[in-house]
């Protein structure tokens, strides 16, 4: 099965990531899924005047594995799987405690410092 940027698989992992990183930012960001040849791009793009879109990770479309991105569209390593990774951002969507987040985090490193 081939997925693409409207799968139930992709839709879920953009959605809890889109939650995920929403908590703390204080500007609008709209994660979206766009189908490429080979992956499916899930980017970060700002809802401003100027819209500007972020690469943030690669979906295999054969078997639904997620890359970072080292640059400009190339795959970087490899983070896990759309159903295992979508479950994470929830988890630490749920356990989020802004008066946890210190000021080395990052927004791409939520999941594993704030997990129970």
Partial sequence: MMLT??????LDFVEAYQENV??????AYK????DRRKYVAIDETDEGPSVHRSG?????????TVYTIKGYGQKGYRIGTL????????EGTATFRPEATAHT?????????WAS
């Fill in 22 to 27: 929403s908590l703390a930012r204080k500007w």
């Fill in 31 to 34: 994660i979206v899924a766009i």
């Fill in 56 to 64: 943030r990770f690669l979906v295999d479309r054969e078997d639904g």
């Fill in 105 to 113: 985090e990052t927004t791409h490193s939520r999941v594993a410092r």
């Fill in 83 to 90: 159903s295992g990774l979508a479950q994470q951002y929830r």
């Fill in 5 to 10: 940027a409207t799968s139930p698989e992709v």
